[in-house]
């Protein structure tokens, strides 16, 4: 069995092919979606997932989400104390989806294929099988986002060779892919995007507008005030999703808290008004989308079909802007939040060879040029620094490309493969990947070849190999950032710093969810629902203590309803923050 799974900036889903056709999994909540925000609680467990997000609002340093943008980097987070890479963060992501899946499909499921932007790079993707690897899985395939919504679509079963976009934004990053289609082959002609750009960004603009309509600047209030602007950044994400189906939608102001009160200031934004405010996160999207046409030699005319991914693609102006660029309405037929994951589920049907899933040949690109230092010769002396491009974006792949160097030293013994991936004629423009030494080259006049060969596979993990051709001495041993996988010993010492965490008893998932909930809830009721709500959380917990399920069951139904019918939006007014 293997399993597919969308590891998404905002949320993560996984899904499986079933006998009758591909099929998402619900979390411990009931819930497709997983938000990909990890917490650390008071008790000092972990928290995944929905519980995160609610701890997130009331105490925003205890946690984290948004993580896949530093995915391959040096960033760290710090959690309550403790600090965590990108990819660990992910790997709690992945272990919660693997948990939840095998629950629900009663087995223990050890492999995965996991899709990623079309855009990440080498070092990106390597994280990513990393993150899965720490989640216990064994990474089958690593595959482009958009490539799995048009295998979702089934792009691939026409007949008539068509050309198809897919404009995949999401709560990060954005991504646009040219595609080619025709009689079970899937080629993506080329593809484009940007990591920082997606739906948060909408919402960000948003709260920035309040903020500075109000003479405060987003920055300073998030130092001083975290807890207002993780409200009011919550409050406008909701006022957006309003937006993409109504013509205005209001939203309260909280205090510094982040409490919000029955007095508390409305503000009202109209379609038109957050349509014009986002405008300049809308053309960022079409630079990409024109590169990638260009790449492809398309032009917008010749495009059969739109397709639209990721939840910000409900934006009323996402599909205006589209239109006009295309002359034709995108797609939306399916679940813009799942065609990702089920693409996935199906590709992960295709790697264990499933029977019920015809062959698709799906055939991705490059997306960066990849190449290496070199030095080229001014009047009798080297200059380094110059990019010598092996394998130029957008080619397909699996590719190998070879190419001959030479040393520029007499007696040159060892010569160090700078490899870099980027557009920029200069290496200082453009992003170091890794670095291969090759030595015993034998003494000699300058001049000495030496063949270096480029193979980028079809997860869009490169190997460079070298050879010295007089002697034919072979080295490969890639020294690169991120290795593709991590050798044994590395994976237990990972394993291990993440055995030292304490999870959460998953079973126990939601009753915790609720407690979180109910937590942040406290804060924004008036005094008299307070003390219904305190009560019922401390019934609640009793009974946990209790062990006795059938009090369980009832203290916690009790709770639930009457945190669904509160209005979080009465209350006293709030002295402490004054917006006026
Ligand atoms: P994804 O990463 O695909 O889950 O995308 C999630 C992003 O889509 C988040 O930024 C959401 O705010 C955004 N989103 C989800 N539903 C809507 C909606 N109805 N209108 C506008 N944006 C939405």
Known sequence: MIVGIDLGTTNSLIGWMSPSGPELIPNVLGELLTPSAVGVDHGGELVVGAGAKSLQVTHPERCAAVFKRSMGTETRLTLAGRVFSPEELSSLVLRSLRQDAERHLNQTIEEAVITVPAYFNDIQRKATVRAGELAGFRVRRIINEPTAAAIAYGLHETTAERIAVVYDLGGGTFDVSVMDQFEGVLEVKASAGEVFLGGEDFTRALAGKILSSKGHSFEQMEARYPRLVARLLYECENAKRRLSTQETASIRLPDAEGVIHEKC????????????????????????????????????????????????????????????????????????????????????????????????????????????????????????????????????????????????????????????????????????????????????????????????????????????????????????????????????????????????????????????????????????????????????????????????????????????????????????????
Request: aromatic share 6%; net charge negative.
């Open 265 to 580: 200031e409305n503000v009202t934004v109209s379609v038109s008004e957050f349509a014009e405010l986002t405008a300049p996160l809308i053309h960022r999207s079409r630079l990409p989308l024109q590169r990638a046409l260009s790449d492809a030699g398309i032009r917008p005319s010749q495009v059969h079909e739109v397709i639209l991914v990721g939840g910000a693609t409900r934006m009323p102006q996402v599909r205006s802007m589209l239109e006009v660029v295309f002359g034709k309405p995108p797609r939306m037929s399916l679940n813009p939040d799942h065609v990702v994951a089920i693409g996935a589920a199906v590709q992960a049907a295709l790697v264990s060879r499933d029977g019920s899933v015809s062959e698709i040949v799906v055939t991705d690109v490059a997306p960066f040029t990849l190449g290496v230092e070199v030095s080229h010769e001014f009047q009798g002396h080297y200059r380094s620094g110059y990019f010598l491009p092996l394998i130029s974006r957008n080619t397909p792949v699996p590719v190998s490309r070879s190419e001959i160097l030479s040393t520029i030293r007499a007696n040159q013994t060892v010569i160090q493969l700078k490899i870099y991936q980027g557009e920029s004629r200069r290496v200082e423009d453009n992003v170091r990947i890794g670095e291969l030494s090759v030595n015993g080259i034998p003494s000699g006049p300058p001049g000495q070849s030496i063949s270096v060969r480029f193979t980028y596979d079809q997860n869009g993990i490169l190997e460079v190999d070298a050879m010295v051709q007089e002697t034919g001495a072979k080295f490969s041993t890639v020294i690169l950032q991120g290795t593709a996988s991590l050798t044994s010993e590395q994976i237990r010492t990972a394993l291990e710093k993440m055995q030292s965490l304490k999870f959460h008893p998953r079973d126990k998932e939601e009753n915790r969810y609720i407690l979180l909930t109910a937590d942040r809830l406290y804060r924004e009721l008036p005094p008299r629902f307070r003390d219904i709500l305190g009560s019922l959380v401390l019934e609640f917990e009793d009974s946990l203590e209790s062990q006795d399920p059938a009090r369980i069951e009832e203290s916690r139904s009790q709770l639930q309803q009457f945190m669904k019918n509160v209005d979080p939006g009465s209350g006293p007014d709030s002295e402490s923050w004054n917006w006026s």
